[in-house]
Nanobody, 127 residues
Framework: VQLQASGGGSVQAGGSLRLSCEVS????????TAWFRQAPGKEREFVAN??????????SYADSVKGRFIISRDNAKNTVYLQMNSLKFEDTAVYYC???????????????????WGQGTLVTVSS
């Protein structure tokens, strides 16, 4: 399984970016997929996930990004996206996409819930 993340860059506060994560080796609609981020000196934290289609394909968000970020999935392209709007300085981090091999009953917001990871893409927001 390979995950290729892209779309990071530098943007001013208030701006927008869209991250992409193309997945090979798994049919993405059958797996829960997520975005995490890690800021310098901090632990990796959950950003958003989208459930496998069999469980509704719904998205969940960290409180810090709710209302600003949107996670989506293009099944034809086997790609998951993270649309980030109204970016803040504190959104600066390396963003990672991840795929979970198993469906878990909980919210699936822990890094340990996910089995496959992309290489990360850097987002820098200047104030």
């Amino acid at each position: 399984v390979q995950l290729q993340a892209s779309g990071g860059g530098s943007v001013q506060a208030g701006g927008s970016l869209r991250l992409s994560c193309e997945v090979s080796g798994r049919t993405l609609s059958r797996y829960t997929t997520a975005w995490f981020r890690q800021a310098p000196g901090k632990e990796r934290e959950f950003v958003a996930n989208v459930r496998r289609a069999a469980y509704g394909g719904t998205g969940s968000y960290a409180d810090s990004v709710k209302g600003r970020f949107i996670i989506s999935r293009d099944n034809a392209k086997n790609t998951v996206y993270l649309q980030m709007n109204s970016l803040k300085f504190e959104d600066t981090a390396v963003y990672y996409c991840a795929v979970a091999e198993r469906h878990l009953a909980g919210p699936m917001t822990r890094a340990d819930d996910f089995d496959y990871w992309g290489q990360g893409t850097l987002v820098t927001v200047s104030s």
